[in-house]
């Protein structure tokens, strides 16, 4: 190894913790956490209701299945803005 990029390698060790301690990181780990449960909940709830059938997933099915895409859409914009934020 060079000793330019071991001195690279060193950079980023030291540089990685000091990422993590942001406060605007914390909340998008939290919020794609919430995110991501609330995706699995939704989820649990339309496959539970389409195992099941009758009246509420005739209702609420195709509305259950909707807002799982609309989260799981929004959990992964999340996660690229985490990524992007680390990134730099």
Avoid: C
């Avoid at 406060?23 to 989820?43: C, D, F, R, T």
């Amino acid at each position: 190894m060079s000793r330019r990029s071991a001195a690279a390698l060193s950079l980023v060790a030291t540089a990685a913790p000091v990422l993590y301690d942001r406060p605007m990181s914390k909340l998008l780990s939290y919020l794609v956490i919430g995110l991501m449960i609330a995706v699995l909940a939704v989820l649990f709830t339309g496959v539970g209701a389409m195992l099941r059938g009758g009246e509420f997933n005739r209702k609420y099915g195709n509305k259950l299945m909707q807002w799982r895409v609309m989260l799981q859409f929004a959990a992964v914009m999340l996660m690229l803005l985490f990524f992007i934020l680390h990134a730099t």
